[in-house]
T-cell receptor, first 115, second 117 residues
């Protein structure tokens, strides 16, 4: 049972446009959500996070939106740049912050930015 | 390099052999997590350790897999009698915090890729 779902295995976006990556979850106990970015042959690196008490968090070109009632979150990247081409993992945790018990990851979405 | 260090980066084993993967957390981090990524899959939580303690091993297969994080030295993920299905990338992550942390951020190593022939 996949508690965190990223239904798009890949997404192709033109450079300069907005990239929108989606993530759905089923566990209503999740209250902290993170996005990780992963290049080939490297470990995932933290990108941005959001607590369930918020519905939006912004950091430069990256914004994460959370819709708790729909159990859905999305990552917006604008404008998209070639260096954004990577696999993006959505992750979630229970409890206040979730550092203790590990994160539950989605399968990832491979974002390809076309010049 | 102050990041999470994993070795070996690549490991090839024949069926039935043992695999040992090592992870040194970031300086100052006392919480270590192991994740496994199978081909075409996301990262699956395996185990969470603090120094000399296993806190949560709910993601570990019941047999052949074990993990430790001794007082001195790196964390070790040990797979005995490997089978082809163990072929995967194994990622270690560390965190300075544990229960009650408000960031939830984990810092990952570059992974150890195990191939079982």
């Amino acid at each position: 049972d996949q508690q965190v779902k990223q239904n798009s295995p890949s997404l192709s976006v033109q450079e300069g446009r907005i990239s929108i990556l989606n993530c759905d979850y089923t566990n209503s106990m999740f209250d902290y959500f993170l996005w990780y970015k992963k290049y080939p042959a490297e470990g995932p690196t933290f990108l941005i996070s959001i607590s369930s008490i918020k519905d939006k968090n912004e950091d430069g070109r990256f914004t994460v939106f959370l819709n708790k009632s729909a159990k859905h979150l999305s990552l917006h990247i604008v404008p998209s740049q070639p260096g954004d081409s990577a696999v993006y993992f959505c992750a979630a945790s229970e409890g206040s912050g979730g550092g203790a018990d590990g994160l539950t990851f989605g399968k990832g979405t491979h974002l390809i930015i076309q010049p | 390099n102050a990041g999470v260090m994993q070795n070996p980066r690549h490991l090839v084993r024949r069926r039935g052999q043992e695999a040992r993967l090592r992870c040194s957390p970031m300086k100052g981090h006392s919480h270590v997590y192991w994740y496994r990524q199978l081909p075409e899959e996301g990262l699956k939580f395996m185990v969470y350790l603090q120094k000399e303690n296993i806190i949560d091993e709910s993601g570990m297969p019941k047999e052949r897999f074990s993990a430790e994080f001794p007082k001195e030295g790196p964390s070790i993920l040990r797979i005995q009698q490997v089978v082809r299905g163990d072929s995967a990338a194994y990622f270690c992550a560390s965190s300075p915090y544990g229960t009650g942390d408000t960031t939830g951020e984990l810092f990952f190593g570059e992974g150890s890729r195990l191939t079982v022939l």
